[in-house]
T-cell receptor
Framework: GAGVSQSPRYKVAKRGQDVALRCDPISGHVSLFWYQQALGQGPEFLTYFQNEAQLDKSGLPSDRFFAERPEGSVSTLKIQRTQQEDSAVYLC????????????FGNGTRLTVT | AQKVTQAQTEISVVEKEDVTLDCVYETRDTTYYLFWYKQPPSGELVFLIRRNSFDEQNEISGRYSWNFQKSTSSFNFTITASQVVDSAVYFCALSEAPDAGGTSYGKLTFGQGTILTVHP
């Protein structure tokens, strides 16, 4: 597709369940980012991949959060033992490697933990 | 630490009015980049503009214009003759400079956003 694709669009999980969120970046984009956006707030950085290498995971809020991009294209954000405070929109973005590439964002996955 | 402040939580205007969205930032970097993104109800963030810290020229793109003032650490966004389709949440963001290898930058620090509603 032409843009960044995220699935599912909506996810409802019971507290304690594990969830996996998928991101298909724009073809050829080297860099991939995950952001978390709480209701009424700006997005906050979670983690960054350059190809398959996770170069920055400083924004992951706890060890329950795990991200991977094994072949340098599709990425999965996994949240184990979900808690209510994990409820948010999770945004994926990709860009070309280079000094002048803006981020292209997907529509996000809205996670609700009940 | 970097910080972006958008003091206006919500703005409501009538179509054809001009509206300015304020953005103030804090950073210790001498080289940095500033952005504006638009988030319509569909949820995706749409890139509007990027400026680097060495380029203080104001920019105009159609009905949009941006005023970057390094002296006041501000990067304000004006929409002239607003339209209903401009209704969205607008985010100002700041990023670290690219590393020496020139890899693309990310890790944007966003403001809290300004909800703009344009009434017909």
């Amino acid at each position: 597709g032409a843009g960044v694709s995220q699935s599912p669009r909506y996810k409802v999980a019971k507290r304690g369940q594990d969830v996996a969120l998928r991101c298909d970046p724009i073809s050829g984009h080297v860099s991939l980012f995950w952001y978390q956006q709480a209701l009424g707030q700006g997005p906050e950085f979670l983690t960054y991949f350059q190809n398959e290498a996770q170069l920055d995971k400083s924004g992951l809020p706890s060890d329950r959060f795990f991200a991977e991009r094994p072949e340098g294209s599709v990425s999965t954000l996994k949240i184990q033992r979900t808690q209510q405070e994990d409820s948010a929109v999770y945004l994926c973005a990709s860009s070309f490697q280079g000094r002048h590439s803006p981020l292209h964002f997907g529509n996000g996955t809205r996670l609700t933990v009940t | 630490a970097q910080k972006v402040t958008q003091a206006q939580t919500e703005i409501s205007v009538v179509e054809k009015e001009d509206v300015t969205l304020d953005c103030v930032y804090e950073t210790r970097d001498t080289t940095y980049y500033l952005f504006w993104y638009k988030q319509p109800p569909s949820g995706e963030l749409v890139f509007l503009i990027r400026r680097n810290s060495f380029d203080e020229q104001n920019e105009i793109s159609g009905r949009y214009s941006w005023n970057f003032q390094k002296s006041t650490s501000s990067f304000n966004f004006t929409i002239t003759a607003s339209q209903v389709v401009d209704s969205a949440v607008y985010f100002c963001a700041l990023s670290e400079a690219p590393d020496a290898g020139g890899t693309s930058y990310g890790k944007l620090t966003f403001g809290q956003g300004t909800i703009l509603t344009v009434h017909p």
